[in-house]
C-alpha cells in the first residue's frame, strides 16, 4: 500500500514541527526516518498516521487523503507505534496484544481463531511467548517494548509505522526486531521506523529519510544519505566511515568536532 506525503505541515506549540516535508515510501522497502532530536521525525510518524492535524499539505494512502478514511478504517490499513507509552491499566501481555485486531473485530464481538493465531504469532515473532500471562506493569521496559510491537505487529496492517521501536531494547532483540520489520516489507508491507542508530539504519534500511529542523535534508539509499557532510549538517558530529566486509558495509564512528582540534 502506498504511503506519501505531499508537502506535509504540522504546526506544535506556535513553531513549525514540519514544513513542508515530501516523501514517498516504496511498498516493500524498510524506510528509516532520522534526525537530530526535535528535527521532526516523531510528528512525521504521527502525521502519516493521520494522528497529527496538518497546517497545510496531504497525507495519501494508496491514492486517498488518510482524512478520508474514518478512524477505525485507517486503523485497519496502518499500525501505528508510539515513541512512548506507560501502561494504564495492569492488563496481562496476550491481552494486551489482542487489543491490536481491535480493528478487525466487530463491536463487542468475540475473539475469532483468526485472532487469537495473530496474536499468538506475533508474541512468538517478538520472542514473548512466555511473556503472555504477566501483567504488563510488572515488566521491565525491553519486555513491554516487545510486547507493545507484537501489538502493533498483530493488526496485520499493509503500513507499518513505529517510532523509535529499539527503545530500552538489549542488541540480541533490537537485531531480532530489525529482521522482524525488514521480513514485512519483503512481504509487500510498507514499512517506516524512525532511529538514532546510524550503523543499523545503514545495515538494515533499504531507504533513509533524514530530517532537519522539520525539512528533509536528503533521502535515498543509504550510502547516498550517510555521508559525512549530511550528518554533520544534521546531528553536529564529523563522521568517519570504515568499510567493512570489503566494502559492502558500513560502520559509522561519530566525534564532536571539538574532539578532533
Avoid at 41 to 51: E, I, S, V
Avoid at 54 to 66: A, F, H, S, V, Y
Avoid at 175 to 194: E, F, K
Avoid at 204 to 215: I, N
Amino acid at each position: 500500500m502506498r504511503l506519501e506525503a505531499e508537502n506535509a505541515q504540522v504546526e506544535l506549540g506556535g513553531r513549525d514541527a514540519l514544513k513542508g516535508v515530501s516523501a514517498d515510501f516504496r511498498t516493500g522497502a524498510l524506510t528509516g526516518v532520522i534526525g537530530a532530536n526535535g528535527a521532526g521525525k516523531t510528528t512525521l510518524l504521527r502525521a502519516l498516521a493521520g494522528l497529527a492535524p496538518l497546517k497545510g499539505g496531504r497525507i495519501m494512502l494508496d491514492g486517498e487523503p488518510i482524512d478520508a478514511f474514518d478512524r477505525r478504517e485507517t486503523a485497519r490499513r496502518v499500525g501505528y507505534l508510539a515513541q512512548k507509552q506507560e501502561p494504564a491499566f495492569p492488563f496481562r501481555a496476550d491481552e494486551t496484544v489482542m487489543m491490536g485486531r481491535y480493528p478487525h473485530q466487530g463491536r463487542l464481538a468475540p475473539e475469532t481463531e483468526a485472532d487469537r493465531e495473530a496474536v499468538a504469532a506475533a508474541l512468538r515473532d517478538v520472542d514473548a511467548e512466555d511473556l503472555a500471562g504477566r501483567a504488563i506493569n510488572e515488566l521491565s521496559g525491553g519486555e513491554l517494548q516487545r510486547v507493545l510491537i507484537a501489538r502493533t505487529l498483530a493488526a496485520q496492517t499493509p503500513v507499518l509505522l513505529l517510532d523509535e521501536p529499539f527503545a530500552n531494547l538489549d542488541v540480541r532483540h533490537c537485531l531480532d526486531i530489525l529482521a522482524i520489520l525488514r521480513a514485512q516489507a519483503s512481504g509487500g508491507r510498507t514499512v517506516v521506523v524512525s532511529a538514532h542508530d546510524l550503523n543499523l539504519a545503514h545495515r538494515f534500511c533499504d531507504e533513509l529519510l533524514l530530517l532537519h529542523e522539520g525539512e528533509v535534508l536528503v533521502s535515498g539509499n543509504p550510502r547516498s544519505v550517510l555521508r559525512p557532510e549530511f550528518i554533520e549538517q544534521a546531528f553536529g558530529v564529523r563522521a568517519h566511515i570504515l568499510p567493512v566486509n570489503g566494502g559492502e558495509e558500513r560502520h559509522f564512528i561519530l566525534r564532536a568536532p571539538e574532539e578532533e582540534e
